[in-house]
T-cell receptor
């Protein structure tokens, strides 16, 4: 089945130790998104790729970086995780056409714990 | 800042009852979408309603959109325990590739 896969599902890291979260998709969608979601809050968009074009949100900290080496894969790098970065990180994809945003397909998320 | 605000923040009902939740937004939109999120999981798309549509149905779901009031509602009829989840509205503008999510409504359906 076509899907969005996130690995690992749970990630524990130490304060200040770089960590990478990964996302892959078999949907062949042109847009991939990374969201941060804290407990009982709405998902907050960090950045997205439209094909190879990277689009950063204005309030995304520099501590967060992303890479999309090909259509199928996208990575979220947190260079120096702080306690406040503990959250669920959600990857999503969409096939965006000229008419505007269509539905997004989400992965199961990676729960990040920072010790 | 969030585009959408949802009301109520939490809802508790008995199985078989209907659940209604509302979403308000601030700027012009191309479409509005509703998503469900089970605890600790990713979001699942439920329904999309375009700005030129007023009502849409999908199974036990009914969505309305009032662009003059900048509001939408999601009705779940004949609720089941499996409907227990958080429900988010999300708006898409005419330009760009992004969704802006509301704060969500936590729904508890008691068996």
């Amino acid at each position: 089945d076509a899907m969005v896969i996130q690995n690992p599902r749970y990630q524990v890291t130490q304060f200040g130790k770089p960590v990478t979260l990964s996302c892959s998709q078999t949907l062949n969608h042109n847009v991939m998104y990374w969201y941060q979601q804290k407990s009982s809050q709405a998902p907050k968009l960090l950045f997205h790729y439209y094909d190879k074009d990277f689009n950063n949100e204005a309030d995304t900290p520099d501590n967060f970086q992303s890479r999309r080496p090909n259509t199928s894969f996208c990575f979220l790098d947190i260079r120096s995780p702080g306690l406040g970065d503990a959250a669920m990180y959600l990857c999503a994809t969409s096939r965006v056409r000229l008419a505007g945003v269509n539905e997004q397909f989400f992965g199961p998320g990676t729960r990040l714990t920072v010790l | 800042s969030q585009q959408g605000e949802e009301d109520p923040q939490a809802l508790s009902i008995q199985e078989g009852e209907n659940a209604t939740m509302n979403c308000s937004y601030k700027t012009s939109i191309n479409n509005l979408q509703w998503y469900r999120q089970n605890s600790g999981r990713g979001l699942v798309h439920l329904i999309l309603i375009r700005s030129n549509e007023r009502e849409k149905h999908s199974g036990r779901l009914r969505v309305t959109l009032d662009t003059s009031k900048k509001s939408s509602s999601l009705l779940i009829t004949a609720s089941r325990a499996a409907d227990t989840a958080s429900y988010f509205c999300a708006t898409a503008k005419a330009a760009g590739n992004k969704l802006t999510f509301g704060g969500g409504t936590r729904v508890l359906v008691k068996p």
